[in-house]
């Protein structure tokens, strides 16, 4: 059984920072690519950043140079470091991971969500 943990979201102004973070936990061997997508009310859930055990990432080119995506890998947790919030980055932010178990399978997984709103 494999759990992604969430925490850092809330409430900032216009302008501000918020760090985001996402633990998974479990029977795991190896996690490949960990990342965040995130969902604006009536939208579509959209990629954010994501980032391979190799320390690959990539970004959607419209949140480039705002939010940093790092990870720990000896802790299996994924970073979102966001500045200069807007209020259209308010969404709820997923964490995503895809995980290799010892028995060799593979699967996705992805966190509850963490409610990021950006509101003066």
């Known amino acids: 059984q494999v759990q992604l943990v969430e925490s850092g979201g809330g409430l900032v102004q216009p302008g501000g920072s918020l760090r985001l973070s996402c633990a998974a936990s479990?029977?795991?061997?190896?996690?490949?690519?960990m990342g965040w997508y995130r969902q604006a009310p009536g939208k579509q859930r959209e990629l954010v950043a994501t980032?391979?055990?190799?320390?690959?990432?990539n970004y959607a080119d419209s949140l480039k140079g705002r939010f940093t995506i790092s990870r720990d890998n000896a802790k299996n947790t994924v970073y979102l470091q966001m500045n200069s919030l807007k209020p259209e980055d308010t969404a709820v932010y997923y964490c995503y991971s895809d995980i290799l178990f010892y028995s060799g399978s593979r699967r996705d997984y992805w966190g509850q969500g963490t409610q990021v709103a950006v509101s003066s």
């Open positions: 980032s391979t055990s190799g320390g690959s990432t």
């Open positions: 479990g029977s795991i061997f190896s996690i490949n690519a």
